[in-house]
């Protein structure tokens, strides 16, 4: 009977050592991640974003030679946004795509404004005045914008960002991880994540998590280093890389191996077209994709129906 007690506690011990480590692989993902290896991974992106937050913009530019503008504008000008539209814009740093997207939907009022009072200018100047009037308490609510990050101090140098530039209108910041994210389902029209998601840990949920937030009709869009498609640039993108952006790192923040991580991870992270099945598997639907700059950079748009 002792025996046969043994064997059975064996079992049971075995059965829950086999659970066990199914918790702790997460099978969604291609690569099953353990957690131990999530929490190290996350503490060091973490560690990261903090050496460098003060010399981000900077380095920004001199890593790109300012064109990660162009490739955040080329963002802009795709999502084409309409006064009214809420956006969140997670993994947001210091908080430039939610500026761009605040000064676009600006712009965008003012233009219709306009519109609007030429479609009258027929019309006495008290009509005019008038129709001003209407457009201001009747025209569409204000967009707002709320940037994202894990990262208090990216969102605390995003923050005197906005105070130095004026821009504090419809703007919140909200510490918060892109896999689990702190606000309730259906609730942006937009959702953007710029080179921010090759850092999340388990891509697969964040996806989710996107999926939840956004209301039905919404739209992801994702900018994002990815595959470059021809060898010459790949070549001379790849000795730029390696040789070039952490010498930068080292000269301009004082941080070779931050920037080091940087390019490794960009070579890590999925094609374009493998992307873009994680976010058709995710559960959005007319997933495209758009190449920047030979595919050094590129745009992935899906939606929520
Ligand atoms: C390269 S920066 C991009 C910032 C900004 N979107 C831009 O385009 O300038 C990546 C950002 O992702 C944030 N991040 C990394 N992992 C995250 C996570 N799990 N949830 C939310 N933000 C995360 C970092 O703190 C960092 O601010």
Redesign the pocket.
Known sequence: RDVLLNAMCITVIRDKLKNAQNVLLHKSYPYSIPLSYCFFF?FS??KV?ENVAQK?DIM?DAMSLGI?RLW?DMLLHAMHPQPGARLL??????G??SFRFLEYVRSQRERQQRRAVRFGQTLSYQDISNSYSTIETDGPRESTAVV????KE?LKVGKEKAESLGITAGLSWVV????ELPFDDDQFDIYT????IR???RIDQ?LQEALRVLKPGGRFMC?EFSKVTNPLLARLYDAYSFQIIPVLGEVIAGDWKSYQY?VESIRKFPSQEEFKSMIEDAGFYCVQYYNFTGGVVALHSGFKL
Request: charged content about 15%.
């Open positions: 996350s992106v973490y974003f981000y920004n990660h955040k814009d997670v993994a947001g740093g210091t430039d795509i994202c990050d894990i990262n990216m918060g991880d892109a896999e994540i710029a080179f921010g850092n999340v840990t964040a900018l940087l």
